[in-house]
T-cell receptor, first 115, second 113 residues
């Protein structure tokens, strides 16, 4: 059983388009995250939700909009895609906002390529 | 906020040698320090972690040491094998707050035959 799953795994699209990535976790965790990994492999947090509530919102363009319909799902919608948005986007979950355990469980990643 | 620095950015060792990756952190309140391994094209996965009440932790060929006074922690891999080749990330967090896990910039380890 996949613990954290995200779709799609690959996205190739043109500049200016809008795209979404979906994430689901079956671990019963309260907290979910979106991380961006660029070509240099840096892992940067973008957003975090704890039980559907936004708790971390890093300096991210407002073209990026997360949505958490319930604590098992966290989606990422990106408007007006730009070349610099090309990256691998990782969804992750943790037991409870870092408390008790800081362990993150990552999804397999969604590689976004903007042409 | 927390700032984590990681060195070296790349490391090449021969199979059987040891590898050491070092990280420093800025927030003295950080109390949990995990290490993640990311193989090529795969997701980062936790390989070992250490909490601030412990100075050293070992799991087979992998060990982590923590110096709270100096605010640095290190990953040690002994008897390296080709399958150890990957990008390794250190991270730090204060688990008492709802803060984020701050990652280092990663170390690409290459184990050569």
């Amino acid at each position: 059983d996949t613990a954290v799953s995200q779709t799609p795994k690959y996205l190739v699209t043109q500049m200016g388009n809008d795209k979404s990535i979906k994430c689901e976790q079956n671990l019963g965790h309260d907290t979910m995250y979106w991380y961006k990994q660029d070509s240099k492999k840096f892992l940067k947090i973008m957003f975090s939700y704890n039980n559907k509530e936004l708790i971390i919102n890093e300096t991210v363009p407002n073209r990026f909009s997360p949505k958490s319909p319930d604590k098992a799902h966290l989606n990422l919608h990106i408007n007006s895609l730009e070349l610099g948005d090309s990256a691998v986007y990782f969804c992750a979950s943790s037991l409870r906002g870092g408390s008790n355990t800081g362990e993150l469980f990552f999804g397999e990643g969604s590689r976004l390529t903007v042409l | 906020g927390e700032n984590v620095e990681q060195h070296p950015s790349t490391l090449s060792v021969q199979e059987g040698d040891s590898a050491v990756i070092k990280c420093t952190y800025s927030d003295s309140a950080s109390n949990y320090f995990p290490w993640y391994k990311q193989e090529l094209g795969k997701r980062p996965q936790l390989i070992i972690d250490i909490r601030s009440n412990v100075g050293e932790k070992k799991d087979q060929r992998i060990a982590v040491t923590l110096n709270k006074t100096a605010k640095h922690f290190s990953l040690h891999i002994t008897e390296t094998q080709p399958e150890d080749s990957a990008v390794y990330f250190c991270a730090a967090i204060n688990t008492g707050t709802a803060s984020k896990l701050t990652f280092g910039t990663g170390t690409r380890l290459q184990v050569t035959l």
